[in-house]
């Protein structure tokens, strides 16, 4: 697994386990990680995980929609 340092000003009002989270989160959304690795980075079960997506604006449906009009058409 890779590491990373990162300097956030004092006055910023975030803990390292928010920041995980939210890194995690943005990731999972991006495709980058699956929902499991995801959950690893963040510190959470997958189904801990999943639930706090939606907090951060970020669905558990990680799929294109144009895969979705492409399924649907097909189906």
């Known amino acids: 697994m890779k590491t990373m340092t990162l300097n ?5 009002d ?3 386990k ?5 890194v995690a989160s943005k990731l999972y959304e991006l495709g980058k990680l699956s929902l499991g690795q995801a959950a690893e980075v963040a ?4 189904r801990a995980f999943a639930e706090l997506l939606g ?3 970020v669905s ?3 799929y294109p929609s144009s895969d979705i009009s492409r399924d649907v058409a097909n189906a």
């Open 8 to 12: 956030l000003p004092d006055n910023a």
């Open 14 to 16: 975030v803990d390292n």
């Open 18 to 22: 928010q920041l995980a989270i939210l």
């Open 43 to 46: 510190g959470l079960t997958k």
């Open 55 to 57: 907090s951060y604006d």
């Open 60 to 62: 558990i449906f990680n």
